[in-house]
């Protein structure tokens, strides 16, 4: 079967023809490549087409597809079973690598998703405390959690879904919505709630309303007001933990939340995902503690084995993010320069490998209200013109774009080339 015939086939025997909405391409006049394989900065689909990918899977394939250490390391663990649901050696090492190489992570619980890795962090902050309020942004995605789809970005808003069907009212009346890098909205919930806030849940560089990072003393005032009101900061670093620096988005605002999350690229590319941070919260956990969360998959030896090769290979080639910082600058100012040539009007947000370049006439995008703004028929132009020739790129105005360490020059300079025939 070609691209077209599977697709059309999927939609009989999967909704929408897909296992996570975004990737239909809804927003989009073209079908979804069926992708077959994938090498280095590359994608090939069914059709043997060949994409320079700048989704890396929605970010956790940082170094590449078809990692050679990474696929070494699973071949390896393979070779004595799958998973036994039982302590391996294989997890004490990945959640001692991440213990001792990040800040703020004095202990961890492996889970197997981000959604699993944010829900179970915002229950501990809430059983460590007694408290049920939770504060989150609008336009901030923690995953697909009832508690979390109020105003919630990623695939959320692509679809223009306001909430969602399916959540019952009692889920989501302990969800306060404040406005991203607006302290003062986060102030005045605090006064209203003060002693029944739990925790406060925030991407620190947000990516899913489109790459839009915090300005430093919004992040400040959350830890402040935080520390004050003895509410949990959590920093969801799903998306940024591992990508934006080895140390997350926390290193690069030298600020200590109190639990962070993480999923994507400790993974290696496998289902994975985990929370953890100050010791004291995280005694609360059964069985030391009262706080129950548990999963039969959690810490599976061969995902633990793909997090832990990853996470070496980034720890140790650390230089690696400058390398993607430079590509990125490049990509950054070669858009720039050919929307000014062709009047385009757009803003180009970066955190040094996440990047999303918004169709929109404000000067800058720094909110949820800036980014949707953006003209996505615009983006939808952009992004079936660069996918058919080629270039492949998220299919959604509120998605980030990924840079790994094995894209090169020529990647970016076929970017541009493309783009300049939009
Ligand atoms: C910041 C953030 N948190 C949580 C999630 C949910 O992760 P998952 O899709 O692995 O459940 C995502 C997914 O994109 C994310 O970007």
Aim: net charge negative; proline share 4%.
């Amino acid at each position: 079967m070609n691209s077209e015939e599977i697709f059309e086939e999927s939609k009989k025997y999967m909704p929408g023809g897909v296992n996570s909405p975004v990737r239909a391409y809804t927003a989009l006049n073209i079908n979804p490549p069926i992708i077959k394989r994938g090498e280095g900065s590359h994608l090939f689909d069914e059709d043997g087409k060949e994409y320079i990918d700048f989704v890396g899977a929605w970010g956790p394939m940082i170094l590449g597809h078809n990692n050679k250490k990474v696929m070494e390391a699973v071949k390896a663990a393979l070779e004595y079973g799958v998973g036994f649901g039982a302590p391996t050696e294989m997890e004490l090492k990945l959640a001692k690598y991440i213990c001792t190489t990040v800040d703020n992570v004095d202990m961890l619980r492996m889970v197997n998703s981000g959604t699993e890795a944010t829900m179970s962090a915002v229950k501990l902050a809430r059983g460590y405390t007694g408290r049920d309020k939770i504060i989150k942004f609008a336009g901030g995605y923690h995953g697909h959690f009832d508690g979390f789809l109020v105003e919630a970005g990623s695939g959320v808003m692509t679809e223009n879904i306001p909430g969602s069907p399916g959540v019952p009212k009692g889920s989501i009346e302990n969800t306060l919505i404040a406005q991203y890098n607006d302290i003062e909205s986060v102030k005045e919930l605090f006064k209203r709630y003060k002693a029944e806030i739990a925790a406060v849940i925030v991407e620190p560089v947000a990516g899913n309303m489109g790459v839009v990072p915090a300005k430093k003393e919004f992040l400040l005032g959350l830890r402040d007001i935080c520390t004050e009101n003895g509410t949990i900061l959590i920093f969801d670093e799903v998306m940024s933990g591992f990508r934006v620096a080895y140390k997350g988005a926390q290193s690069l605002y030298g600020i200590k939340p109190d639990l962070t999350t993480f999923a994507k690229i400790m993974g290696g590319g496998f289902p994975c995902g985990a929370y953890g941070g100050r010791r004291e919260i995280m005694e609360k956990l059964s069985p030391m503690g009262p706080v129950y969360q548990a999963g039969t998959m959690s810490g599976n030896p061969i995902v633990m084995a793909a997090g832990y090769a990853s996470l070496k290979e980034l720890h140790e080639n650390i230089s690696c993010y400058e390398y993607m910082d430079k590509l990125g600058q490049k990509l950054q100012n070669g858009i720039k320069e050919i929307a000014k040539e062709k009047g385009i009007s757009l803003v180009v947000n970066r955190c040094v490998n996440m990047m999303t370049v918004f169709f929109t006439s404000c000067s800058e995008v720094t909110s949820y209200s800036d980014a949707k703004k953006s003209d996505t028929n615009m983006f939808s132009k952009f992004a079936e013109h660069m996918i058919k020739d080629g270039v492949y790129v998220p299919p959604s105005q509120f998605e980030a774009m990924f840079l790994g360490t094995k894209h090169t020059e020529e990647d970016i300079d076929k970017f541009l080339e493309v783009m300049k025939k939009l």
